[in-house]
């Protein structure tokens, strides 16, 4: 193992790479997720943000954006879904995640098969997904 000297960026990758790595089998332990979120450094400190969720049924992660959408959804025209139903943006399948109260133009959340997040305002949503 290297001793560093002062922090930089391709040793920042490495290190959440091995914190990602201590953190799952803490993760696992507790029946939790918890991800390395940004990270700020400079010289001889750096500040990486955690983030800590539990887990609900079905495994899915319960976040302040998915508890908002249960209060929420009566704005939209999809009060039937629920956080975790497949929806579709475009044509293209998506899961929805959430809503974040503070996105005004883009409030709904959602994630492709592969986990990469998206948002889109509640008329997107109405387009292809209302009853």
């Known amino acids: 193992m290297k001793k560093i000297e002062s922090f930089n960026k391709p040793q920042i990758v490495q290190l959440r790479n091995e914190i990602d790595k201590a953190l799952d089998r803490v993760a696992k332990e507790y029946g939790i997720t918890i991800s390395a979120g940004n990270c700020s450094f400079s010289g001889n400190e750096a500040n990486f943000k955690l983030k800590l969720n539990t887990i609900g049924e079905g495994g899915t992660v319960i976040t302040r954006e998915s508890q908002m959408w249960d209060l929420y959804k009566s704005r939209t025209n999809c009060s039937h879904l629920n956080v975790g139903d497949k929806i579709t943006i475009q044509g293209t399948p998506y899961t929805l995640t959430g809503?974040?109260?503070?996105?005004?133009?883009?409030?709904?959340?959602?994630?492709?098969?592969?986990?990469?997040?998206?948002?889109?305002?509640?008329?997107?949503?109405?387009?292809?997904?209302?009853?």
Not at 105 to 129: H, T, V, W
Request: aromatic content about 10%; hydrophobic content about 25%; charged content about 25%.
């Open 99 to 131: 809503y974040n109260t503070r996105a005004k133009k883009a409030p709904i959340q959602f994630k492709d098969s592969r986990g990469n997040g998206y948002k889109c305002s509640i008329m997107m949503l109405n387009l292809e997904n209302s009853k």
